[in-house]
């Protein structure tokens, strides 16, 4: 089974300052998706960015970005000039691709971003 | 364009009532997805569905019952409500291509007092 862990319940950052996420996960897979998903209070769940296990290159969604490490199994997200719109939970999430028993998302537990103005 | 509806958005039980949350979706996925999120946790999936007739157990199953009679639509049903079935709920489905993406309904918030 896949497990995906973050190890920072909390994080803050200031306004305009760049934040990174992080997040490792565990798998014996080698094609793989992974996700990153925003949370505001609303509850909603908005896709942030995703990623190939097959890329090599580094996904980028405008202030968005994610540093890949296949070998270390390690995906962690990078905000660019936070915004208080920033302000949410996010979530790392694993998934296998099709035809591989692929049905769900494995979700890690959460980091709380704040931006501070 | 709906995307993924869900109903309702919040609903408060007595413990040992049964209820359904409703999952529509108007993109023609054959897959679809309920989870629950309980506090500190990321989604935890509870049972799926690969097209119309075919359902299966998540991590999650107990207590709950799916069906899958139309492609649109996944209903979720808590047989007999308790406490600790107090959670928000997602239903989700999710577009089989290259991109494979996963769309989520609003939530249900729900209480089980």
């Known amino acids: 089974a896949q497990t995906v862990t973050q190890s920072q319940p909390e994080m803050s950052v200031q306004e305009a300052e760049t934040v990174t996420l992080s997040c490792t996960y565990d798998?014996?897979?080698?094609?793989?998706?992974l996700f990153w998903y925003k949370q505001p209070p609303s509850r909603q769940m908005i896709l942030v960015i995703r990623?190939?296990?097959?890329?090599?290159q580094n996904a980028t969604e405008n202030r968005f970005s994610v540093n890949f490490q296949k070998a270390a199994k390690s995906f962690s997200l990078k905000i660019s000039d936070s915004q208080l719109g920033d302000t949410a939970m996010y979530f790392c999430?694993?998934?296998?691709?099709?035809?591989?028993?692929?049905?769900?998302?494995?979700f890690g537990k959460g980091t709380k971003l704040s931006v501070i103005p | 364009n709906a995307g993924v509806t869900q109903t309702p958005k919040f609903q408060v039980l007595k413990t040992g009532q049964s209820m359904t949350l409703q999952c529509a979706q108007d993109?023609?996925?054959?897959?679809m997805s309920w989870y629950r999120q309980d506090p500190g946790m990321g989604l935890r999936l509870i049972h799926y569905?690969?097209?119309?007739?075919?359902?299966d157990q998540g991590e999650v199953p107990n207590g709950y019952n799916v069906s899958r009679s139309t492609t649109e639509d996944f209903p979720l049903r808590l047989l007999s409500a308790a406490p600790s079935q107090t959670s928000v709920y997602f239903c989700?489905?999710?577009?089989?291509?290259?991109?494979?993406?996963?769309?989520f309904g609003e939530g249900s918030w729900l209480t089980v007092v």
């Open positions: 989700a489905s999710r577009e089989v291509d290259q991109r494979n993406t996963i769309y």
């Open positions: 569905s690969v097209g119309a007739g075919i359902t």
């Open positions: 999430a694993f998934m296998k691709p099709p035809g591989a028993g692929s049905y769900q998302l494995t």
């Open positions: 798998t014996s897979e080698n094609n793989y998706y």
């Open positions: 993109m023609n996925h054959e897959y």
């Open positions: 990623q190939e296990a097959y890329k090599q």
